[in-house]
């Protein structure tokens, strides 16, 4: 078996703990298997089974020793535990958006001593 990266872009549904504080997540998946698209079925799979729904597979590459020397310290720590358990989940997130209903108004305020203030 070899090593494959997964890179997907997912979104917590209710089930997980991350739901309603995770808008979403860029998520690297560092698993063991036998094909790129093995790899992919599998990945999007444990994804499921964290409640994140994948929008998105955006790439799936097989992890050579050239690829691993370029990979930067946290993304080699994930290779690493994917070693030792088969795979390694990691989420860049970001927060939940801000809804379009939470509209405020802004106003100038005036000094109550304005002479140009409409007086009713």
């Not at 079925?41 to 790439?59: G, K, R």
């Not at 799936?60 to 946290?74: A, C, G, H, S, Y």
Request: glycine share 4%.
């Amino acid at each position: 078996m070899e090593t494959y990266l997964v890179h997907a872009k997912a979104t917590p549904t209710k089930g997980s703990k991350e739901y309603g504080t995770a808008g979403g997540a860029h998520v690297d998946i560092f698993l063991h298997s036998t094909s790129e698209s093995k790899a992919e079925l599998s990945a999007i799979d444990s994804l499921m089974n964290l409640y994140w729904t994948v929008e998105e597979v955006i790439f799936v590459l097989k992890i050579t020793p050239e690829r691993f020397q370029k990979l930067d310290t946290i993304a080699q720590e994930h290779y690493h535990l994917a070693q030792e358990h088969g795979i390694s989940h990691f989420f860049a997130a970001w927060p939940v958006e801000d809804r379009d209903d939470n509209v405020i108004e802004v106003r100038e305020l005036r000094d109550k001593d304005d002479s140009t203030s409409t007086k009713h």
